[in-house]
């Protein structure tokens, strides 16, 4: 669950500044959009956009902050080399620019894909993965990660969430302005907007903002089966499944922070929140071949 919530913040965060900022001026200019749909809409699609935005710009610079990933700039062993290698010709296969390899320091098998495009990406695998983990299944997991980027599975998410948040601010400001009307007295004077819209707006953008992450929460879980469909194509189905395999045996791994949560190789299993499909979902799909 903390990972489900890291990843929903990262946007929150950014969304709430750009909120608290409009607000601030308002108050200071004199600018009054309570009332006026237009205006409302304008605000809330490039906050909405801006916040889902701002949030993929900075994910490679994110990732590389909060998990430490040492980037492979110059290989300084076989292992390092092999992995450039594999990432590389994946990448090459894919139709895609080379993205950056790194590793980050981390006991538990997992991995992640993250950037603003297809061309300018970082793939990063934990040592976890590599100690535990056969070449072919690590082979694998790189071709999910690589799958994930040649997709654009960031840009799409980026794209609704943009549009879920700009619902979000819309319906909420609206239900402010309801809850402020509701509570205002009938010989109550002035133009401006009372206390009950702006704690009306908040408890509904908190709620609104919940909806909206189950519905990325959806997105990300589909988009797993087509990752593990680019991984089979690229390293091989059944390395690929062995892949799922070892990380079933392993247990659930510990999470991934932030934007990096939909784009990691395993995941929580919770229902609604989750960003990953159970692994005998995943394994089941590429035995049957139904993507």
Do not use: C
């Not at 699609?45 to 994910?59: A, R, T, V, W």
């Not at 790189?142 to 794209?159: F, P, R, Y």
């Not at 879920?164 to 302005?177: E, H, K, P």
């Not at 908190?206 to 992450?213: E, K, M, Y």
């Amino acid at each position: 669950m903390k990972r489900i919530l890291l990843l929903a913040l990262t946007n929150f965060a950014v969304v709430a500044v750009l909120f608290i900022s409009w607000n601030i001026i308002q108050s200071v200019f004199g600018i009054r959009l309570s009332g006026n749909f237009t205006g409302i809409a304008i605000m809330a699609l490039i906050f909405g956009f801006g916040g889902s935005f701002i949030s993929l710009f900075m994910s490679k610079w994110m990732a590389k902050r909060s998990m430490g990933v040492q980037i492979i700039e110059s290989p300084g062993s076989q292992q390092e080399r092999w992995l450039v290698d594999v990432v590389r010709r994946q990448a090459e296969k894919s139709g895609i620019g080379m993205p950056e390899v790194g590793i980050f320091h981390s006991p538990d098998p997992n991995a992640f894909a993250t950037g603003a495009n297809r061309n300018n990406a970082l793939v990063a695998v934990s040592s976890g993965l590599l100690q535990n983990m056969t070449p072919d299944e690590v082979e694998a997991v790189l071709g999910h990660e690589i799958g994930h980027v040649a997709n654009g599975d960031m840009v799409t998410q980026s794209l609704l969430q943009g549009v879920l948040n700009t619902f979000v601010i819309i319906f909420a400001r609206l239900i402010g302005m309801a809850v402020d009307n509701f509570f205002r007295s009938s010989d109550d004077e002035g133009g401006g907007v009372g206390i009950g819209y702006f704690l009306g707006s908040i408890v509904a953008e908190i709620f609104l903002g919940f909806l909206a992450t189950m519905i990325v929460m959806w997105f990300s879980r589909y988009r797993e089966f087509h990752a593990d469909k680019a991984g089979a194509n690229l390293a091989g189905r059944q390395k690929m499944i062995a892949a799922l395999r070892r990380l079933q045996q392993g247990g659930s791994a510990h999470d991934l922070p932030g934007e990096m949560a939909a784009f990691g190789i395993s995941g929580s299993i919770g229902k609604l929140f989750s960003t990953h499909p159970p692994l005998e979902e995943r394994i089941a799909a590429l035995e049957s071949q139904k993507y």
